[in-house]
C-alpha cells in the first residue's frame, strides 16, 4: 500500500540522463503514449480502400466528426492546411490527460518502506500534461503555427486591417465620428496585440492547471481514509472505492480540456482567416 507522502510534486523528475540531457518521468510517459498512437492508429487504419475496414470506419468517423467542428470555425481556405495541426493536439492532449488514469501512473517508481506503507518518492510515470514544460511546448507549437496560416492565408494587411482597421462604415457616420472611432480602433488594437502576446501563456497553464489540479484530486481521494485517521480496513476499503467517482469526472474533464484547447486555436486562426464567407 502507498504512503501519501506530501502529495503531487509541481515538477517531474529526473529519471536519467542522456549525455547532459536530462529525461523525466513526464518525457517517458509522452514518448510511451506518442508511440502507442502511432502503432494504434497504424493497426487500425492498415492500408486504406474505397471499403473501409472497421478500424479505418473508426478513423474516418473521428476525422469527419472533427471536420465538422472545425471547418466552420477555421473556413474552407484554411481548413485543409490547419487540420493536421488542429486534430493531432486534440488526439495528443486527450490521450495525454486520460493516461493519468492508467494504473501504474504515479503509483510506480523507487520508493522507501515505512511501516506497513510503501511511499513512492520518485515516481516512474507522470502525466506528459501534468508537466509544464510540456504544456508551454504544445502552446508554443501552436502559436508559431497560428503565425504562419494568417500571414500564409490572410496576409500581413488583412492582419493589419483586423487589428487596428476602422470597423465603423464611412456611409453611416459622419468624418470627425469616423475619425475618432479609427483613433479608438487603433488603441483596441494595441489591445489586441497584448492580448495575443499573452495567449500562449492561458494556453499553457490552463491545461497544465486542469491536468495538474486532477491529478492531486485523485491522489487527495486516494489517501483520505489516512487523512480521517482511519483503521486500518477502513483505510484500505476508502483508498479502493473514494477515487472511483473522480476517475469519471477525470474522463470527461480530459475531453473538454483537449477540445476547448484545439477549439481555441482553431478560433484564433478562423478570427483573422475566416473573411471569405461574410456578406455584412
Excluded at 502507442?36 to 492508429?41: D, L, M, N, S, Y
Amino acid at each position: 500500500m502507498l504512503a501519501s507522502g506530501e502529495g503531487v510534486s509541481l515538477v517531474s523528475e529526473e529519471i536519467f540522463k542522456l549525455g547532459v540531457f536530462p529525461v523525466t518521468n513526464s518525457m517517458v510517459t509522452s514518448w510511451i503514449i506518442s508511440i502507442a498512437i502511432v502503432i494504434i492508429v497504424k493497426l487500425l487504419v492498415g492500408r486504406t480502400s474505397l471499403i473501409p475496414s472497421k478500424g479505418q470506419l473508426i478513423v474516418e468517423s473521428a476525422i469527419t466528426s472533427l471536420r465538422t467542428i472545425l471547418e466552420p470555425i477555421v473556413g474552407k481556405k484554411v481548413f485543409y492546411p490547419s487540420f493536421w495541426l488542429l486534430s493531432g493536439l486534440f488526439i495528443f492532449i486527450l490521450i495525454h490527460n486520460w493516461s493519468a488514469l492508467l494504473p501504474g501512473v504515479g503509483t510506480i517508481g523507487q520508493g522507501i518502506q515505512e511501516g506497513n506503507h510503501f511511499k513512492i518518492t520518485k515516481p516512474l510515470i507522470r502525466p506528459g500534461n501534468a508537466d509544464l514544460n510540456m504544456t508551454l511546448a504544445l502552446a508554443l507549437v501552436a502559436n508559431l503555427c497560428w503565425v504562419y496560416f494568417i500571414v500564409r492565408y490572410a496576409g500581413l494587411k488583412a492582419i493589419i486591417k483586423d487589428w487596428f482597421g476602422n470597423k465603423a462604415d464611412k456611409t453611416q457616420v459622419n468624418f470627425l465620428i469616423f475619425g475618432l472611432l479609427g483613433i479608438l480602433f487603433i488603441a483596441v488594437g494595441f489591445i489586441e496585440v497584448l492580448s495575443i502576446l499573452f495567449r500562449p501563456v492561458s494556453l499553457t497553464f490552463r491545461l497544465f492547471g486542469n491536468v495538474y489540479g486532477g491529478e492531486s484530486l485523485l491522489h487527495s481521494m486516494f489517501y483520505l481514509g489516512e487523512k480521517l485517521n482511519l483503521n486500518e480496513t477502513l483505510i484500505n476499503i476508502s483508498m479502493a472505492i473514494a477515487p472511483i467517482p473522480f476517475y469519471f469526472m477525470e474522463v470527461l474533464i480530459g475531453l473538454v480540456q483537449a477540445m476547448v484547447f484545439m477549439l481555441l486555436v482553431s478560433v484564433y486562426i478562423g478570427l483573422i482567416c475566416n473573411h471569405e464567407e461574410e456578406n455584412h
